[in-house]
């Protein structure tokens, strides 16, 4: 999100709102998401992939669940700690604050958050152009089919 605008108070509630709201129902989609990747068979890795891209692979996803999960548990310990917060939003429903107000802990969480968002941003545009990579010039090694 960005700093607070007084000129466009409004307008940055709504954002807030909306970004909130969003990232209760990313979280609730991760958590899904992690419960049936943990139940399910995952299809193996191409023959031809090196053992260093299998580790690199590995790492990057554990990252990404990693990341997925922080975030927006951030998110909840930012606006939870937030002296001035309206609250956490899911929707048309505001979820309990569980955290004293803390302008520390605020600092922090936010901090985090934001790098944190821009470290996910980061490692899926690598991984975007690394499948991509196998898509284009590496076909016998094409992990686009194992995605899809």
Same mark, same amino acid.
Request: glycine share 4%; aromatic share 14%; charged share 20%.
């Given at each position: 999100?960005?700093?607070?605008?007084?000129?466009?108070?409004?307008?940055? @509630?709504?954002?807030?709102?909306?970004?909130?709201?969003?990232?209760?129902? *990313? *979280?609730?989609?991760?958590?899904? #998401?992690?419960?049936?990747? #943990?139940?399910? /068979?995952?299809?193996?890795?191409? @023959?031809?992939?090196?053992?260093? =891209?299998?580790? $690199?692979?590995?790492?990057?996803? /554990?990252?990404?669940?990693?990341?997925?999960?922080?975030?927006?548990?951030?998110?909840?310990?930012?606006?939870?700690?937030? =002296?001035?917060? @309206?609250?956490?939003?899911? *929707?048309? *429903? @505001?979820?309990?604050? !569980?955290?004293?107000?803390?302008?520390? $802990?605020? =600092?922090?969480?936010?901090? !985090?958050? /934001?790098?944190?968002?821009?470290?996910?941003?980061?490692?899926?545009?690598?991984?975007?152009?690394?499948?991509? #990579?196998?898509?284009?010039?590496?076909?016998?090694?094409? $992990?686009? /089919?194992?995605?899809?």
């Amino acid at each position: 999100m960005t700093p607070y605008d007084e000129a466009n108070a409004a307008f940055a @509630d709504n954002l807030y709102f909306w970004h909130k709201s969003f990232g209760v129902l *990313f *979280f609730i989609i991760v958590l899904v #998401r992690i419960f049936v990747r #943990r139940r399910s /068979k995952l299809p193996p890795l191409p @023959d031809g992939i090196s053992q260093p =891209e299998r580790i $690199v692979v590995n790492l990057a996803h /554990k990252l990404f669940y990693i990341l997925m999960v922080a975030i927006p548990l951030l998110g909840y310990v930012q606006s939870s700690s937030y =002296e001035y917060s @309206d609250g956490v939003h899911f *929707f048309f *429903f @505001d979820l309990p604050e !569980l955290l004293p107000k803390n302008q520390a $802990v605020y =600092e922090i969480a936010n901090t !985090l958050h /934001k790098w944190l968002s821009f470290v996910l941003i980061g490692l899926i545009t690598l991984h975007i152009l690394g499948a991509l #990579r196998h898509r284009l010039f590496d076909r016998k090694n094409d $992990v686009l /089919k194992r995605i899809l």
